[in-house]
């Protein structure tokens, strides 16, 4: 079956540090790749995405590339601030006529000035 | 627009009373889904509703039930709690299925079962 495994936080980086979050994945198919964000207290909202492989998504300054021959799609920030503070999650989907998202267990950032 | 909004924020139940947990969207999603969220398991999907009028079991659906009450709404329904069932659930909503499916979460429901 599919899945997503995560590095296991929680993760405290000072501010302006580089963020890796390692992301590997397990499915069969071409799977859509996604990295979601929680912030305290709130739903999950979608950070960035990838459909296909080398695809690289970005937003906010977060990156994170579908590897196929790696089954990776790490999240990268070369810079980040206190109110990246949140908990990450990795996601995949498979393909044409797939409803259910398959969830990495998540990891907590924190960020100190 | 609202987006996806989900009452009640909180709720502690007694083991074996029931409740529905309510959720409503405002874009026109044809899909719908519960998902529950426990420490250190990341989130794991109950049900789902392709579109108006269909529902289908997700990863962990013991012990719920849904409706899909129009396109709009979808609840989730606990028929006789028990303190497995404490948990922090999420609606999401989608336009589609598939390798686009982007799904927006609503702002969850905290649940405790003494």
């Known amino acids: 079956g599919n899945s997503v495994t995560q590095m296991e936080g929680p993760v405290t980086l000072s501010e302006e540090a580089f963020l890796t979050i390692n992301c590997t994945y397990t499915?069969?198919?071409?799977?859509?790749l996604f990295w979601y964000v929680q912030y305290p207290g709130e739903g999950l909202q979608l950070l960035l995405k990838?459909?296909?492989?080398?695809d690289k998504g970005s937003n906010k300054g977060f990156e994170a590339t579908y590897r196929k021959e790696t089954t990776s799609f790490h999240l990268e920030k070369g810079s980040v601030q206190v109110s990246d503070s949140a908990v990450y999650f990795c996601?995949?989907?498979?393909?044409?006529?797939?409803?259910?998202?398959?969830f990495g267990k998540g990891t907590k950032l924190s960020v100190i000035p | 627009n609202a987006g996806v909004t989900q009452t009640p924020k909180f709720q502690v139940l007694k083991t074996g009373q029931s409740m529905t947990l309510q959720c409503a969207q405002d874009?026109?999603?044809?899909?719908m889904y519960w998902y529950r969220q426990d420490p250190g398991m990341g989130l794991r999907l109950i049900y789902y509703?392709?579109?108006?009028?269909?529902?289908d079991k997700g990863e962990v659906p013991n012990g719920y039930n849904v409706s899909r009450l129009n396109k709009r709404e979808f609840s989730l329904r606990l028929e006789s709690a028990a303190p497995s069932q404490t948990s922090v659930y999420f609606c999401?909503?989608?336009?589609?299925?598939?390798?686009?499916?982007?799904?927006?979460f609503g702002p969850g429901t905290r649940l405790t079962v003494l």
């Open positions: 499915a069969t198919g071409y799977p859509s």
């Open positions: 874009m026109n999603h044809n899909s």
């Open positions: 996601a995949l989907i498979r393909g044409a006529g797939s409803y259910q998202l398959t």
């Open positions: 999401a909503s989608s336009e589609t299925s598939g390798r686009i499916n982007e799904q927006f």
């Open positions: 990838a459909t296909k492989a080398d």
């Open positions: 509703s392709a579109s108006e009028g269909t529902t």
